[in-house]
């Protein structure tokens, strides 16, 4: 292996790696949370998220997205008249934290009323719906209070009620002592407050919103959390509470309108919402000349609007603008792009973000024994060369996920929100390690093609159940695991880069510290010593080379293929396929009465019949999916059951036998060429299927249901005849070892049969004279007729 | 649905050969089992998962489009889902199990009120006869085959034009034909009744119709194919595979049996001798285009789905990818080309639909059989996002070489290189072994090229085509005009027939007297004129209305002009900002802040007529200022429907007073809709006392689907100066032989008259207020407009009433309207019409 002699520096560099689930630092206290970000960077961002260059000119381009305002066109459907126009003439105060400027700061406290119902009139006239506070439909709200905190919007918003006290852990009594412990201690979680809530929305208009926040609010800054519309509404049941609101329509008055556009004109809101028919004013003066003392940022200003930051906000902004422009580096674009979306609430980058303890408890998962594995995200230390770079994007933009058993979901950004985080992940992420690469298969020698014979053997091996047992913990190609239910392993090779791959089954608590991912190599020593020697790359490049082959590998020792159970519930249920008791074209039918039988539709025959559960269907190869009765059935003959027999005893004409030998059905349009045609089936009453087929020139309808009692139960069999002439017409009612109980009842091996009045026939089968037929010689009236029989299976 | 259990045979005889070749191995780097072209691809169609229900396993197997827009998708596990929005922006939707127990659907369609189900097993007509939602009645309608083996798969088409379905029938093991009819395509009529249509089938992936209606199915790599392939069914036609010979006796409607090929020979020499042996229409060369190619459908969505309208689109199983390909008939043989279209599905692919919101559907499953993607199975939608992405758009053959036509302009040093078209050729051996390898492999030289001047296609001569060949080409070094390379560089088309050299050939060289006035550009179109009385002239028409997609009907017009008449012509658009042609663009009443932009107007200064059908517009005062000059200089003018009220803010003045262009240049303007808005449609009716004027030569059958235009007051009457050639009388409906609207009176829809400007210099003036892009599918309404260009320009003598009007280019315009939405109205380059 020519990379061998890398892998010293491989090994060193993993070592230096500090790569935790515990937090060491915070950044300056300017910006929430667990951030790497300094005071300048802090503040670069608040200049990004507060959109000063809506206003001013002089600021550089950011390396991220800027945060837009929300898109206002229906702002009046979606947020209460009332609301809006206490929020308007006091952003802060209606709603804390808000990153909308007070814009009438300069104004004496009755103009800014005036003001801001003007604007609100003019705002409401946007709208082509208004505002509705009623909601008809169910809301779940306990679904709601689980999903709130399941799926992760307590990340950043916080949980509504009071946290539930964090349990001190005995075994990390004197981490306090640790200065990196108080440091991290010292950090307070991000939490955007959600008190305004109920007076804002309704709870449609605030489903609307979560369900597909980014159609009002396109930056991203509040991601797309995947809910559905249920969810959504569940979600915004839950906290806008129970409390009725209030709303009181707002009808927008013309003069009102008119005045508040020209507000909205003159006080430039457009610069930050856009709205169809209104330009922005010119950009004011350059922030990098301003007096920072007299501004927006001044709390006493009464000639600009005001934010409402705190003094470390101010000092990093401040800060910032002092700084000379500089262009980011990738590491600092990853910090405030991370940041500013908030990706560091849930996850771990090098030495910063990761869950806050205080909202630790709320990360579920479905499957506990992976640990925290399974419920908090991955840490995203060198993920540019972890994932392989068209999967980032899928989980980025397409909401792609293989951690079904984790509640918390990936939220989604938008695209233009992060386009450009794919490619400064993989610039600034490098892990020097084995490439692995497999050789093309159109290009590869005979050498190489014999090497990949051996290590896709081998790598098969090493995954199942006699080698590691991945397939313990590890879903394979949609099959579930016994044990926990991790990572279906086929979509390694889809998702991971080779080197990342190596070097992650090597020493797995490398790159997670209390990962349950045990290692097959401890110490880089191979504990399978038998295969391929016992050298762990090699081994490693083997599951690389087996698991490249995506679903064409065959499955690994010890995976179970599956038959899924067709159950039948109050309701009969009918499934068609091809089974051995019903042939290719087969028809099973299951009732509630726990009583089963099968049904040829290709020879109109009932072919078996049997007790208990319905039946198992193989739907893991690559036929339709053959079913097999669940419990031994009582099988009958296959052959046509009606015949016009001209000769009484000529021999009824039987099932072409087809053989290994000869294949080909030698009488091809059996069982056509003795008048029988299937027409189909009706689900009448309990879905019990009537067939319908015909033989010759009458038509027949037949239908099986249960009879008889709990202790005792039975199939009756009503068979109906259209017959346009009368006619005489030969019925196989029974084969095998049949013995005469009565005139009517019949019985062969565990079935009894119970005929109506005709005469029989009972005589040797033509094939097998040891055993016999029981016929029926049916005459049938012109226009309709009934017979019934009743089909008793006995006890073994 | 090809794989089985000889994986290793294949993977040997198909290895052999490529190793063996400088140029497999060098193409196995570049395009290999991945085209590497995923995340360039995102951009123009990204792909959305449709989300499923927890706990239900949909491996879709066919798909229908329900008439009220839902889709139902029938599944490998035998059941049939209707699902309700799939198309929203973030689809979450609802889905209802219709009815389940049915074996292996690969077929769905759905025709009065039930379903018609291709299973397994049999056709059935599925129904729900009690209204509550889930199927009650299965009846047979033809179970006139064979089923003996678990790879015996039958896949149904939808029904044709007269109702019948065809179903096509897998071998046995995918070898043998032990079964009855395995390896046929059977005929089912309306009424049930079952003939044998086609043999030779080996392992079908799907059936369907092509853009002509034409009926093809898929078939599998494997024995006696070296490839897939899309294989054109004609009755009795016979596809390659004998096995199913020995059913002849049973269908004597198939006719005698086939002479039986003989293995190791060629396609293209063995058709010869086996008459009814049908050559495969388009080869999918192995792994670089699929591996088990399945369901197709053809893009009807009028642009919603991109610029590949008309053409078929094919999923693949393995690779989970997606290809598109075009068909053509030369000789009265089918063949034609496929080009890599979308990888990285999640699932493989076993059918595609569109919906009714123009994306792309796909399903699948992996089980059974290797695949790329790594879900078991998986419902995904794939969408234009609207940005136009550098594709050859078509392939089509020509005496001597090919016609490639592009999506975008190409930039002209690259473009006009031959080296820039490299061309590989390869046939297969026809033989009984288990796919083949790519034999006799050579490089054709590309002599000549020719790039059009809108630089959207180019026509290549080469060396030497030979039939029975798969000519591939690379076009790695092509530039758009933007400098992008070529989202897909490869394509493939297969030869069966060249056609012999035409007498007007098309590819003769122009020979136009005079060189096209305007530049190409981007932003506009330039058609060079060919023959024709209109030689030397130059018209420019103007395609800037919002509502009756001029941006449709005035390159039709520009291409018919010039190609059957000689003009040079040029399309000017209104662009916004992006210059992107933009219908959706609000005008001034709207929004007050919109100014509109027609690049390209100085160009008037250079041409013989304008050809002008614009809608209240708002220009800017320098483009103004050539429509000015125009109205003092004496050149003539047409004006289409909206153009008589063209603009909003014009502002041209004659001895010091404002004329309105309608009523003072055209001789009217729009006052009201006489006929019913979007719910009626005209009938042009010549009118007697004038059909002796020369515009009116050999101008018959006027209809349109748009109303009656008022211009004038109620009671009042065309001005004195008009000189009236045909009037409009409102129909009942928008069918061409609807009723006459009897309380509507017919009013004049086209006219004549002339205009004089400031220099006093005299103009001919035709209007016309017909004119939706729908309308100019009636011919006479294109003859009227094209006479009424000579007659503008004093060449009343060249018209001639059997000169030809028959369109020039694909010509299917979205319906009129501003429900830009559901029509698929979006911002689009110049060049998308072209």
């Known amino acids: ?796 | 649905m090809s794989r089985s259990r000889s994986n290793h045979r294949r993977v040997l005889c198909l290895l052999i050969p490529l190793v063996m070749s400088a140029v497999g191995a060098l193409r196995a780097e570049e395009v290999g089992e991945r085209w590497g072209t995923e995340e360039r691809e995102r951009e123009f169609y990204p792909i959305v998962n449709i989300p499923m229900p927890k706990d239900t396993v949909i491996e879709a197997g066919a798909f229908a489009v329900l008439p009220d827009g839902r889709i139902a998708v029938g599944t490998r596990h035998g059941e049939i889902f209707v699902i309700d929005g799939v198309d929203a922006p973030k689809p979450i939707p609802s889905y209802h199990r219709f009815a389940s127990g049915l074996d292996e659907i690969f077929g769905l369609t759905w025709k009065d009120n039930a379903f018609r189900v291709t299973q397994s097993c049999e056709l059935t007509r599925v129904s729900d006869s009690n209204n509550d939602g889930v199927a009650d009645r299965f009846e047979t309608i033809s179970d006139a085959w064979g089923y003996a083996n678990y790879h015996e798969y039958a896949f149904g088409s939808k029904p044709d034009a007269d109702g019948n379905q065809f179903v096509a029938l897998g071998l046995s093991e995918s070898y043998y034909s032990h079964a009855l009819n395995r390896g046929f395509i059977m005929k089912v009529a309306p009424d049930g009744r079952t003939t044998a249509f086609a043999s030779g089938l080996r392992s079908p992936g799907g059936i369907g119709h092509d853009e002509h209606g034409a009926l093809f199915y898929i078939e599998s790599q494997g024995p006696w194919n070296c490839s897939c392939s899309l294989k054109a069914v004609s009755p009795s036609s016979f596809h390659g595979h004998p096995a199913s010979f020995h059913w002849y006796p049973q269908s004597p409607e198939l006719g005698p049996v086939p002479e039986m090929p003989k293995s190791g020979t060629r396609i293209a020499t063995e058709k010869d001798r086996v008459k009814q042996l049908v050559p495969y229409a388009v080869i999918f060369p192995y792994i670089r285009m699929g591996r088990s190619i399945t369901g197709f459908n053809v893009d009807r969505t009028q642009g919603q789905f991109g610029p590949f309208e008309n053409q078929l689109f094919l999923g693949d199983y393995t690779q989970s990818i997606l290809m598109r390909a075009t068909t053509e008939q030369v000789n009265g043989v089918w063949q034609g080309a496929c080009y890599p279209f979308r990888e990285g599905l999640s699932t493989g692919i076993l059918n595609v639909e569109f919906t009714p919101g123009g994306k792309l559907l796909c399903g699948g499953t992996n089980r059974g059989w290797p695949v790329r993607g790594i879900k078991p199975y998986a419902l995904e939608r794939v969408e234009w996002s609207g940005k136009m992405p550098f594709e050859i758009n078509r392939v089509t053959i020509e005496p001597d070489g090919f016609k490639v036509t592009f999506t975008k302009p190409v930039e002209p040093t690259t473009g006009r290189s031959p080296e820039s078209y490299a061309i590989s050729a390869f046939t297969h051996p026809y033989h009984a072994g288990y796919g083949g390898p790519e034999i006799e492999k050579h490089q054709p030289g590309v002599t000549a090229v020719v790039l059009a001047a809108d630089g959207l296609s180019a026509r290549i001569t080469v060396e030497k085509l030979q039939p029975g060949f798969v000519y591939e080409l690379d076009l790695v070094r092509l530039r758009s005009r933007d400098n992008e390379a070529l989202l897909h560089r490869h394509a493939f088309y297969t030869v069966n027939e060249i056609p012999t050299a035409r007498g007007t050939s098309a590819r003769a060289q122009p020979s136009n007297a005079t060189a096209h006035p305007v530049p190409e550009s981007p932003l506009w179109l330039t058609y060079p004129g060919e023959k024709g009385p209109g030689m030397g002239k130059h018209i420019v028409l103007i395609a800037a209305d919002q509502e009756y997609r001029s941006e449709y009907s005035m390159p039709m017009l520009a291409r018919l002009l010039s190609k059957h008449h000689g003009f040079h012509t040029t399309v000017l658009f209104s662009v916004n900002k992006d210059n992107d042609v933009d219908p959706t663009q609000k005008i001034r009443w709207e929004d007050k802040t919109v100014t509109h932009n027609i690049p390209g107007l100085e160009h008037l200064e250079q041409c013989d007529l304008v050809i002008l059908f614009s809608r209240l517009l708002s220009l800017p005062p320098e483009q103004l200022k050539h429509l000015y000059n125009y109205l003092n200089s004496g050149k003539p003018i047409i004006g289409i429907r909206t153009a008589n009220h063209g603009f909003i803010d014009f502002d041209y003045r004659k001895d010091g007073k404002k004329i309105n262009f309608g009523e003072d240049v055209l001789g009217g303007s729009f006052r009201s809709h006489h006929g019913r808005w979007q719910q009626d449609s005209t009938r042009g009716i010549i009118v007697e006392e004038n059909k002796a004027h020369p515009i009116l030569k050999g101008v018959q059958d006027i209809w349109g689907p748009s109303d009656v235009y008022r211009t004038f007051k109620e009671g009042g009457s065309l001005p004195e100066s008009c000189l009236p050639l045909v009037v409009g009388q409102p129909l009942m409906g928008r069918k061409h032989d609807d009723a006459v609207n009897a309380d509507l009176i017919p009013l004049p829809v086209a006219w004549v008259k002339t205009w004089t400007g400031n220099t006093g210099k005299t103009a001919r003036v035709f209007h016309v207020t017909m004119g939706s892009a729908q309308d100019f599918q009636s011919e006479g309404l294109r003859r009227l407009t094209v006479n009424a260009a000579y007659w503008c320009l004093h060449q009343d003598a060249d018209i001639d009433e059997k000169s030809r009007m028959d369109l020039v280019g694909d010509y299917n315009p979205p319906d009129s309207g501003f429900a830009y939405k559901k029509l698929g109205i979006v911002p689009r380059k110049p060049s998308f019409y072209g």
């Open chain 1, 1 to 796: 292996m020519r990379w061998r002699h890398s892998w010293v520096i491989i090994a060193f560099m993993l070592s230096c790696l500090v790569i935790a689930n515990v937090v060491v630092a915070g950044g300056d206290p300017a910006w929430p949370g667990h951030h790497p970000l300094t005071q300048v960077q802090a503040g670069d961002l608040l200049l990004l998220e507060l959109r000063c260059a809506a206003c001013h000119s002089g600021l550089e381009r950011g390396s991220l997205p800027e945060k837009t305002a929300p898109d206002l066109t229906a702002v009046g459907a979606r947020i209460s008249p009332d609301y809006l126009c206490r929020f308007l003439a006091s952003p802060s105060v209606t709603h804390p934290g808000t990153t909308m400027p007070d814009v009438l700061a300069s104004q004496p406290d009755a103009e800014r009323d005036r003001i801001a119902e003007a604007l609100t009139h003019f705002l409401v006239a946007q709208s082509k719906a208004a505002f509705q506070s009623e909601t008809t439909e169910q809301i779940d709200r306990q679904q709601g209070q689980t999903l709130f905190h399941a799926v992760g919007c307590v990340a950043c918003h916080g949980p509504k009620e009071a946290p539930p006290e964090v349990k001190k852990r005995n075994d990390i009594e004197d981490e306090d002592d640790d200065p990196a412990v108080a440091a991290k201690k010292a950090i307070k979680p991000v939490v955007i407050p959600l008190g305004h809530l109920a007076a804002k929305y309704s709870v449609s208009s605030l489903s609307e919103f979560l369900f597909q926040p980014l159609q009002v609010r396109s930056s991203g800054r509040m991601p797309d959390m995947k809910l559905t519309p249920a969810e959504s509404l569940a979600i915004a049941g839950y906290l806008l509470g129970e409390q009725p609101q209030s709303a009181t329509a707002l009808v927008p008055q013309a003069p009102l309108v008119t005045l508040g556009k020209q507000h909205f004109q003159a006080l430039n809101c457009v610069a930050c919402h856009a709205l169809p028919g209104i330009a922005a004013t010119p950009r004011i003066a350059s922030l990098k000349t301003a007096d920072l003392s007299r501004g927006c940022l001044s709390q006493t200003s009464v000639r600009s609007p005001r934010f409402d930051l705190d003094e470390p906000q101010v000092q990093a902004i401040m800060a910032a603008l002092r700084e000379a422009p500089t262009a980011d580096s990738d590491h600092v674009v990853v910090a405030k792009t991370l940041t500013a979306f908030r990706c560091v609430t849930c996850h771990v980058r090098d030495d910063y973000g990761g869950v806050h303890d205080t909202h630790n408890p709320f990360f579920a998962g479905s499957e506990l024994k992976l640990g925290d594995d399974g419920r908090i995200p991955p840490p995203l230390t060198l993920v540019g060369a972890k994932l392989q770079p068209a999967w980032m994007k899928k989980v980025l933009f397409d909401g792609e996920t293989v951690r079904h058993y984790m509640a918390t979901r990936m939220p989604q950004y938008g695209t233009a929100n992060l386009q450009h985080l794919p490619a400064v992940f993989s610039r600034l992420d490098v892990l020097n390690g084995p490439e692995m690469k497999i050789p093309h298969p159109e290009s590869r020698d005979a050498k190489e093609r014999e090497n990949e014979k051996v290590m896709r053997a081998a790598g098969r091996e090493l995954l199942g159940d006699k080698g590691l047992n991945c397939i313990a913990c590890h879903n394979f190609n949609g099959k579930k695991a016994p044990v926990n239910q991790g990572i279906d392993l086929l979509t390694s090779y889809e998702r991971l880069q080779p080197a990342w791959f190596h070097s992650y089954l090597r020493n797995p608590g490398a790159f997670r510290p209390r990962t349950v991912m045990p290692t097959g190599w401890p110490n880089g020593i191979a504990s399978f010593k038998t295969i391929l020697d016992g050298e762990t790359d090699r081994q490693i490049e083997a599951i690389w080379y087996y698991l490249s082959l995506g679903t064409s590998a065959a499955d690994p020792p010890g995976l179970r293929a599956v038959s899924t159970k067709i159950m039948v519930d109050n309701q009969a249920k009918t499934h068609r396929g091809r089974s051995r008791v019903a042939g290719f074209r087969g028809i099973a039918v299951g009732l509630p009465e726990k009583l089963s039988y099968a049904f040829n539709a290709e020879t109109g025959t009932l072919s078996a019949i049997w007790q208990g559960e319905f039946i198992g269907v193989n739907w893991s190869g690559q036929g339709s999916g053959d079913f097999h009765p669940a419990s031994e059935p009582i099988t009958l003959a296959q052959d046509v059951s009606f015949v016009l027999l001209t000769d009484e005893n000529a021999p009824w004409p039987l099932l072409p036998v087809m053989t290994k030998e000869a294949k080909t059905n030698p009488n091809p349009l059996y069982p056509k060429n003795v008048g029988y045609q299937f027409r189909g089936y009706d689900l009448g009453d309990s879905m019990i299927p009537t067939f319908q087929y015909r033989s010759g020139n009458i038509e027949i309808e037949d239908r099986t249901s249960a009879a008889g009692t709990d202790e005792q139960r039975l199939l009756q069999r009503v068979l109906r005849f259209d017959a346009p002439s009368p006619q005489t017409v030969w019925f196989r009612a029974l084969t095998g070892d049949i013995q005469k109980e009565s005139e009517r009842v019949f019985r062969s091996g565990r079935l009894r049969l119970t005929i109506p009045p005709a005469e029989t026939k009972l005589r040797a089968l033509s094939d097998e004279p040891k055993r016999s037929e029981l016929l029926l010689r049916l005459s049938l009236p012109q226009g309709q007729s009934t017979l019934e029989f009743l089909y008793e299976p006995l006890p073994k």
